[in-house]
């Protein structure tokens, strides 16, 4: 969403910190905790004390670098075709019954981050999300069910949406509509592995 009070400045390190989520998650596992960020305080729980990273990848940008202006909202003065980026994912974990996907921005000036695409009830045998056709889909913190892109102000600052793509031991998640927060804590204790990607994406002043 785009928020057009004065953004805070990015917290020090911020960017290597996000760019370094995999080495993060790695040295999680040993704690049986895997991921926290700046900005968050949500935790996911592991259900075992090794989980098990994997990789993802998309066409359509490479880790650390921009979106495709395709992504881009299409309201608020925002003007993209708000349609999702391709992802691919590969060496799941063993045991994996489905996948949970949360697009966060935490460069907004929002607490906890803004939540952009919420997705679960992926099917174990799912090993792409190809655009806006999603499987089950929460709800986004611009307030819709389904993918909500980009739209940072119009600053030129460069902000950073984090992919993160869990493997669990659900085979069932919940309904459609659920927010973030409920995601997280129905995720809480099943999660077998996390890989991630992160994508940025900039207006111009």
């Excluded at 785009?2 to 704690?31: D, E, F, N």
């Excluded at 940072?152 to 085979?171: D, I, M, R, S, V």
Aim: proline letters at 7%.
């Amino acid at each position: 969403m785009r928020i057009t009070h004065r953004l805070a400045k990015p917290l020090p390190g911020k960017i290597s910190i996000l760019v370094g989520t995999g080495i993060l998650v790695l040295c999680l596992l040993a704690l049986s905790v895997l991921l926290s960020f700046s900005r968050t305080s949500h935790v996911v729980l592991a259900s075992s004390n090794a989980l098990h990273p994997f990789i993802i990848t998309s066409s359509d940008f490479r880790d650390g670098g921009p979106l495709p202006q395709k992504t881009e909202f299409n309201q608020f003065g925002c003007t993209g075709s708000n349609i999702a980026p391709q992802l691919n994912w590969k060496n799941v974990p063993a045991g994996t019954r489905s996948f949970a996907m949360l697009m966060s921005d935490y460069d907004a000036p929002v607490a906890g981050g803004f939540h952009h695409w919420i997705v679960y009830n992926i099917p174990a045998s799912a090993r792409q999300q190809e655009g806006n056709h999603a499987f089950t889909e929460g709800t986004n913190s611009y307030g819709f069910i389904g993918y909500g892109g980009p739209c940072p102000p119009p600053t030129g600052e460069t902000h950073h949406y984090l992919f993160l793509l869990y493997a669990t031991n659900l085979a069932h998640v919940g309904a459609q509509g659920l927010t973030f927060g409920e995601v997280v804590g129905a995720l809480r204790g099943h999660v077998l592995g996390a890989t991630s990607i992160i994508g940025t994406f900039h207006l111009p002043q």
